[in-house]
C-alpha cells in the first residue's frame, strides 16, 4: 500500500506561482508513474502532469510551459512547480501513483490517489 499526501495548495493572485508537494509512505514510488489530476468544481478529474519512473515528463496541452513535475526520489515525494497561473487552474489537485502513463481516460488504473489539496486563482 502507498499513502499519498499533498500540501501546497492556496489562494494565490493570477500570474503568481505555487509549488505543490505529494509525499508518499508506505513503500517507494520510484518505479511509478506518478502525477497530478485536478478537478474543478462542476467539472470530472482530469489529467494535469505525469512523470514516468524513468523521468519523462508529460503534461496536458492547458499547461505545457507554465507547470513543472518532477520527483524527489530520495525523499519518496514528487512536485508540481505551476507558473503564470489563471483563474481556470482553480481546482483541488489530486497527487497520483500507476504502473503505466497516466492520462484522462484512465482513472481507472490510478493504483493511488492522495486526499487532495485545494489551489485557488484570483483574477
Known amino acids: 500500500q502507498v499513502q499519498l499526501v499533498e500540501s501546497g495548495g492556496e489562494l494565490v493572485q493570477a500570474g503568481g506561482s505555487l509549488r505543490l508537494s505529494c509525499v508518499a509512505s508506505g513503500r517507494t514510488i520510484s518505479r511509478y508513474h506518478m502525477g497530478w489530476f485536478r478537478q474543478a468544481p462542476g467539472k470530472e478529474r482530469e489529467f494535469a502532469a505525469g512523470?514516468?519512473?524513468?523521468?519523462?515528463?508529460y503534461y496536458t496541452d492547458s499547461v505545457k510551459g507554465r507547470f513543472g513535475i518532477s520527483r524527489g526520489n530520495a525523499k519518496n515525494a514528487v512536485y508540481l512547480q505551476m507558473n503564470s497561473l489563471k483563474p481556470e487552474d482553480t481546482a483541488v489537485y489530486y497527487c497520483?501513483?500507476?504502473?503505466?502513463?497516466?492520462?484522462?481516460?484512465?482513472?481507472?488504473?490510478?493504483?493511488?490517489w492522495g486526499q487532495g489539496t485545494q489551489v485557488t486563482v484570483s483574477s
Open positions: 497520483a501513483a500507476a504502473g503505466e502513463t497516466l492520462s484522462s481516460s484512465r482513472l481507472r488504473n490510478v493504483a493511488y
Open positions: 512523470i514516468s519512473w524513468s523521468g519523462s515528463t
